[in-house]
């Protein structure tokens, strides 16, 4: 009997600073029958482990290249986060899943995509950002928003140059406030980027990430206004999934497990969900 | 000789019963402890009580621990070596009323559904249960209303009511029916006298019961919601924030999961029953916490119970045992906040004790 609980080893082979106590982690699996086996799709999450702290979800933030290693996008905010933080290459933590539903690709093949990603959640959008500009063909026109708190917590911010350079591909970008860095962008709220940009809301699909309060605006006061259709915008929400697999209780909202049912719901889903969300 | 067929024992018959299957498995019966009886390993016959209402806890923990290990960590040249046990052990639970037995059915919902729970799995496998049918119901009981009792529908291995001097039996899985067919000395063949007698017993342990529970109705008023906020506050401002209610319920299977290290390289990483009218239950990272007031906990804890349990699996997540009844300081329990709900009295305490609304007509 395969037990769920167990995590699998993996190690750090790569860390990159993407902001102030922001970090991209890549790791690999120790066991190579493990490294082989594992395989999972844009919008899933992980749970990491680290022995004697903890265990907690997180959104891969990579999209699946190469076989066995995958990356997580962590901000230093709680107490296993902030261990891992302190972690080098070379150290070693646990890991369970994949888990959840991840988004819907196939399902948005021949339609215009607008991503909407607001700090962190930049990190679950970008497998699928990844992946759809690798299947360029399939999918419409791509436009990205991407909104940061201060210049200096733009996320990911080489790809979102080079995603920009991509044929049919737009990337916008603001940040709420300078903190005494360069920038010579936009300077205001996420939104602010709905006037730069022109998309068929009949054909199109929306991805939007980051805090709840950006995705509330983001969908009520311009998706839906703008035409969208409830179940062509999706997001993904969270909780603290502390067993990822329906056990444990702690993601249940209204009638959803979010670490089961979700983390990706479209607007649909999520409007019927009780008033905490 | 399935299901479909009764059979009887003569009352007697029950301790040498039990007494041979306790030479090869473990029998968790209840066991009288001063004024209380609970659940517990017997390792004598005499221990055994059967003049009890309902044990103050359900065997809930011999399947879903209070606090379980589930792995040993240890760090070891570099990697992490992880250990596990899993308790083999074959076990029979005589006693278990039918509301427990109920709830058993939805932790299954929960722990083996599209993920499997190998530590609870293991343990339900390896567990014969024989529920003896309640016949003189406590006053907080209320299963007639949760459809859980007093007679189970399902779930059980044998089922035993006990009529004058003898108990009507049901086989209802191959486990009951291998126990009926290596003792088979000890049953007899049932008649329709018997099952006459056990209709009118259980018909008339229906009337006994104190308690109100109307389920369906009150289920459709949360879901159309039409319970003012008032009533979630008043209720909020009564909870103490001990989070008795969830660990005296049979169906509660919340958890949480924590590292206990014993030295720098090892330790251990455990669960342990969780309740989600508890402040931590929905903390997360950076402070944030959807339910920070005690009226959005309580709230949630009973739409969870009855809208969430109706809309996934069909059924209220209450069996109407009510131990939350006993239990709750506050008087936030089932029994209570139904009859709230059904009086339409929303932002003010109703002593349910003296209200005569609250007692079952027949």
């Keep these: 009997m395969e037990n769920i609980y167990l995590p699998k080893t993996a190690k750090i082979i790569g860390i990159k600073d993407e902001g102030l106590d922001l970090k991209t982690f890549t790791f690999s699996f120790i066991n190579s029958e493990v490294k082989e086996a594992f395989s999972y799709k844009p919008g899933q999450f992980l749970e990491l482990s680290i022995f004697g702290v903890g265990e907690v979800p997180i959104s891969l933030s990579s999209s699946q290249i190469e076989k066995g290693s995958f990356q997580l996008t962590i901000y230093a905010i709680g107490e296993v986060t902030r261990s891992l933080h302190k972690m080098k290459v070379g150290d070693v933590v646990g890991i369970r899943g994949p888990f959840g539903n991840g988004f819907p690709f196939d399902e948005a093949k021949g339609k215009d995509i607008l991503f909407v990603g607001g700090g962190i959640g930049m990190a679950p959008l970008r497998p699928l950002i990844k992946d759809m500009i690798d299947n360029r063909s399939d999918f419409g026109h791509i436009i990205i928003l991407h909104g940061a708190r201060t210049p200096r917590y733009i996320i990911f911010r080489d790809e979102l140059k080079e995603w920009g350079k991509v044929e049919g591909v737009e990337v916008h970008m603001t940040v709420n406030r300078v903190d005494g860095e360069k920038w010579d962008g936009e300077i205001g709220l996420i939104t602010r980027l709905f006037d730069k940009i022109e998309i068929n809301p009949r054909n199109s699909v929306a991805f939007v990430c980051g805090p709840l309060f950006m995705i509330h605006i983001v969908v009520e006061d311009y998706l839906l206004k703008m035409g969208f259709q409830e179940e062509a915008i999706i997001s993904t929400l969270e909780r603290h999934m502390k067993c990822g697999v329906g056990h444990c209780g702690h993601c249940n909202v209204g009638p959803k497990y979010i670490c089961i049912d979700g983390p990706v719901f479209t607007y649909r889903e999520m409007k019927i969900l009780p008033k905490e969300f | ?362």
């Design chain 2, 1 to 362: 000789m399935m299901d479909n067929s009764l059979l009887t024992m003569n009352k007697e018959y029950i301790i040498p019963l039990l007494r041979r299957i306790h030479k090869n498995q473990e029998i968790i019966a209840p066991v009288k402890e001063k004024e209380d009886v609970l659940f517990s390993v017997i390792k004598s016959m005499d221990e055994i009580t059967l003049d009890y209402k309902n044990a103050v806890l359900s065997p809930k923990g011999f399947f879903f621990p209070q606090q379980e290990v589930i792995f040993k960590y240890k760090e070891v040249s570099g990697d992490y070596e992880l250990s596990f046990t899993i308790t083999d052990k074959k076990r029979l639970i005589f006693g278990i009323r039918s509301c427990d037995l109920k709830a058993l059915s939805f932790l299954d919902a929960v722990y083996l559904g599209r993920y499997k729970d190998p530590y609870y799995q293991k343990k339900r496998e390896d567990t014969t249960l024989i529920n003896l049918v309640c016949v003189s119901p406590d006053t907080n009981c209320f299963c007639v209303y949760a459809n859980s009792g007093p007679m189970a529908e399902e779930g059980f291995d044998l089922q035993f009511v006990p009529l004058s001097n003898r108990f009507t039996i049901h086989v209802g899985s191959k486990k009951g029916q291998d126990i009926v067919e290596k003792y088979h000395y000890l049953f007899q063949e049932g008649t329709q006298k018997d099952l006459d007698e056990e209709y009118e017993v259980v018909h008339e342990t229906k009337t006994k019961f104190l308690r109100y529970g109307e389920f369906a109705t009150i289920t459709q008023k949360l879901i159309q919601e039409e319970v003012e906020e008032s009533l979630w506050k008043m209720l909020g401002d009564r909870c103490q924030n001990c989070g008795g209610c969830a660990y005296v319920c049979p169906t509660c299977s919340c958890f949480n999961v924590i590292d206990r290290p014993t030295t720098e390289r090892e330790g251990v990483r455990i669960r342990t029953w969780d309740s989600c009218t508890l402040f931590g239950f929905t903390h997360l990272a950076e402070g944030l916490n959807p339910r920070k007031e005690k009226k959005d906990r309580i709230k949630r804890r009973f739409y969870h119970k009855l809208d969430c349990y109706m809309g996934r699996w069909g059924t209220c997540g209450c069996v109407g045992c009510g131990r939350c009844v006993t239990a709750c300081l506050g008087g936030i329990d089932m029994s209570h906040v139904i009859h709230q709900i059904r009086m339409e009295e929303y932002g003010e305490y109703i002593s349910a004790k003296d209200s005569e609304d609250y007692r079952y007509k027949g």
